[in-house]
């Protein structure tokens, strides 16, 4: 390419807004030889790049302390964004050249260590230069070809939010026949939570925001209650009656509700989390913990396997794409100043 620079937002350092910049003169990334070079379509955005702003991970004997999802020193200027959607530019002299010119949906998780694994991985806008721009390096293999007749747009909306929904599942081991209960299921994982829970053949409940009711209603959930209702217990059990029992709760909220949570559970039923938008610290009753039986199970991004899943299910068209707004590079802070309000339904992505 002849090309040498181009339009990027560079993440400075932790905090606030001012922290993001938009550049025209950021280098494009130099491959090496077992990457690809991305001309970026679109790239969806996340709650990982907002608290990856803020440094709101805190750390086990702090939980206020400021830092990075693994907990641990970042290195600034980093290019955030984990949903690239585009196609290949340039490729490594390890990889196929007919590969340029072909489209592709990036895995934004990064390891190679099978022991390892997610545990240990990097991810793509926090350890590694993501999508805020317009050219991307990735590891080939973590490019996968895509043949689908959506928009960059819409495809951008499924692969950080939706791979971590399928590991979700598989974690808490959510089976056909099945009752389960999401939380802020109308955010971008909520809505992946309610579309894989149903290709698995479950029954859903899902909790939204006032006036997304409908919306939630028409994507397959059989009971919809509004998070704002005075009591949620007594909402539910109304709902699907007093001997209907919930095996699974997939919750990305936590807060407050996180004890109300537990207390739906049947017993010997699975409690899953991959977030906790409305605090981190939460209270637990100890016996109810034992005294039901209960699993909590812990779940971050999802693994390769997981992502190649995803691409079939997008292939084959059995998951619908929930793109809610789009904006340009330069809009950015706007972009994350609407995901913060959760006032949209499904996903918000950037063009660069």
């Known amino acids: 390419m002849n090309k040498t620079l181009m339009k990027a937002v560079l993440l400075t350092g932790h905090g606030g807004p001012e922290k993001l910049v938009y550049r025209e003169d ?9 990457d690809v070079l991305i001309k970026v379509g679109a790239c969806g955005v ?19 302390a400021v830092s990075g999802w693994r907990r641990e020193a970042m290195d600034f200027p980093r290019i955030q964004g984990a949903d690239l959607v585009g196609r290949i530019a340039e490729v ?47 590891p080939a293999t973590n490019a996968h070809a895509i043949d689908s007749p959506l928009s960059d747009a819409e495809l951008a909306t499924f692969p950080t939010a939706y791979v971590t929904a399928e590991h979700m599942l598989n974690r808490a081991r959510l089976k056909e026949g099945e009752t389960i209960l999401i939380t802020g299921a109308s955010g971008g994982v ?23 009711e409908e919306k939630m209603s028409q994507l397959g959930a059989e009971v919809v209650i509004n998070r704002h209702t005075d009591d949620i217990y007594q909402a539910v059990i109304t709902a699907i009656g ?13 807060g407050s509700t996180f004890p109300t949570l537990l207390k739906l559970l049947r017993k010997r039923g699975r409690y899953v989390t991959a977030g906790a938008i409305a605090g981190p610290m939460v209270s637990l009753d100890l016996r109810t913990l034992y005294l039901k039986h209960l699993e909590l199970i812990g779940s971050t991004m999802g693994t390769h396997e997981e992502f190649a899943d995803l691409i079939e299910y997008i292939e084959a068209g059995k998951l619908k794409p929930l793109l809610a707004k789009t904006y340009p590079l330069t809009e950015i802070e706007q972009a994350q100043k609407e995901f913060k309000a959760k006032q949209f339904f499904g996903k918000l992505v950037i063009i660069p």
Request: glycine fraction near 14%; proline fraction near 5%.
């Open 46 to 64: 996340n709650n990982t790049d907002i608290w990856t702003r803020e440094g709101a991970y805190g750390d086990e004997s702090d939980p206020n």
């Open 26 to 34: 950021v280098p494009i990334p130099q491959v090496g030889p077992d």
């Open 242 to 254: 007093e001997r209907a029992a919930i095996d699974v709760v997939a919750d990305v909220v936590a």
């Open 92 to 138: 490594g002299s390890n990889v196929r050249p007919s590969r340029v010119g072909e489209r592709v949906i990036v895995d934004p998780s990064l390891y190679t260590d099978k022991e390892g694994g997610l545990v240990e991985a990097r991810f793509m806008g926090s350890e590694h230069d993501g999508g805020f721009a317009e050219y991307a390096a990735v």
């Open 190 to 212: 909520g809505t992946g939570l309610v579309q894989l829970a149903h290709l698995r053949g479950a029954r859903v409940i899902a909790i939204v925001g006032t006036g997304k």
